[in-house]
């Protein structure tokens, strides 16, 4: 079975940094695009930036460009999240996401498998 295991989350002050990894396990890992999405409390899930099956295509949504960075390590099934200068408007829960053959990489659906995400709070 697919399983995507994500750590890395936690409580951190405004301007502050973590590091969030997804490991992948049940999957031929260099076979998909991986995405990560936040979810804050009453609002919908939000696309936050997406690799592809190589690490050479990236792609972020603005409100973390240039503060966020995606990688991955297809020799560990594993990819990063680099969240620098976080801000309290970052906190959420993080969701990393595995999808082939993406039509839509930027949506929820796009994606065919979930993570359980991971809490991430900023503080002021």
């Known amino acids: 079975q697919v399983q995507l295991v994500e750590s890395g989350g936690g409580l951190v002050q405004a301007g502050g940094s973590l590091r969030l990894s997804c490991a992948a396990s049940g999957l031929t890992f260099s076979n998909y695009a991986m995405g990560w999405f936040r979810q804050a409390p009453g609002k919908e899930r939000e696309f936050v930036v997406y690799?592809?099956?190589?690490?050479?295509?990236?792609y972020y949504t603005d409100s973390v460009k240039g503060r966020f960075s995606i990688s991955r390590d297809n020799a560990k099934n594993t990819t990063y999240l680099q969240m620098n200068s976080l801000k309290p408007e970052d906190t959420a829960v993080y969701y990393c996401?595995?999808?082939?053959?993406?039509?839509?990489?930027?949506?929820?659906?796009?994606?065919?498998?979930w993570g359980q995400g991971t809490q991430v709070t900023v503080s002021s």
């Open positions: 690799i592809n099956w190589s690490g050479q295509i990236t």
């Open positions: 996401a595995a999808g082939r053959s993406l039509v839509v990489r930027t949506r929820p659906t796009g994606y065919d498998y």
